[in-house]
């Protein structure tokens, strides 16, 4: 018995200094990129790994890092417009939206993404794609950091630089090289609207050959971006509840 303690001692330390490591290391790379932007994300490493194991020969990921100032500011207003209407004033998770989806589910109707801008950003930054309570759970904590750490400007800037827009092709200065043959800062509230149209599902909705349900969405989206008040619109987080605008 008296062998067992200072063992069973010994391992929880360890177990709660790792712990604390990790937390403290977690924590410092959430901060670092606050102000350096990430080459990469887990997501895209997952996707192209992906690639070389089903030996996919034409595959090519793209991606271009491109600030805030050399993005039309309709970019983010329209993924904002149709992915997080709420994202301005939540503190990372949208609790009505998690109460709706339950009770979609709980109804039997189809099941509807109850996930923030700040909780995919990261999802696609630090973990990977899939359903399990432990990616669940590390999304929340990562969350939590990010809302912390970053303003809100900078989850958004994040976001639209790693968010997939289609088949390898990652971030808003990819896509507009790619469809639209024009630098991120000349796009128009039609273009932005279809950027973000596609983000529901990239690999199966196309920005360069959209359905009539893309283009519907995109209408949508457009809609949405004036009613919000436009660009404007995300930089309101101090404004009265009562002028909030909901999806």
């Given at each position: 018995m008296t062998t067992r303690r200072p063992l069973f001692a010994t391992l929880l330390r360890s177990i709660v200094i790792l712990a604390a490591g990790w937390l403290l290391l977690s924590w410092l790379v959430v901060l670092v990129l606050r102000f350096v932007p990430p080459w990469t994300s887990a997501v895209m490493m997952e996707r192209q790994v992906g690639a070389w194991?089903?030996?996919e020969q034409d595959f090519q990921l793209r991606h271009r890092w491109v600030p805030w100032s050399q993005v039309s500011p309709y970019v983010p207003l329209a993924m904002v417009a149709g992915e997080d209407q709420k994202f301005p004033f939540h503190h990372g998770f949208d609790f009505d939206s998690i109460q709706n989806a339950m009770d979609a589910a709980d109804e039997g109707r189809r099941l509807r993404g109850a996930s923030t801008i700040s909780q995919q950003t990261a999802k696609n930054l630090f973990l990977w794609n899939g359903r399990s309570f432990v990616r669940k759970g590390l999304e929340a904590y990562f969350t939590v950091l990010i809302e912390l750490t970053w303003p809100k400007q900078?989850?958004?800037?994040?976001?639209?630089n790693i968010a997939e827009l289609g088949n390898g092709v990652y971030g808003v200065g990819a896509a507009s090289d790619v469809y639209f043959h024009t630098p991120p800062a000349?796009?128009?509230?039609?273009?932005?609207?279809?950027?973000?149209?596609?983000?529901?599902?990239p690999r199966r909705f196309r920005v360069d050959q959209p359905s009539a349900y893309v283009m519907g969405r995109a209408n949508w989206i457009q809609g949405q971006m004036a009613q919000l008040g436009g660009p404007g619109y995300l930089r309101a987080e101090q404004a009265p509840a009562n002028t909030r605008r909901r999806r």
């Open positions: 194991v089903r030996s900078r989850i958004l800037e994040v976001y639209m000349r796009l128009g509230p039609a273009q932005a609207a279809r950027l973000a149209a596609v983000l529901p599902n």
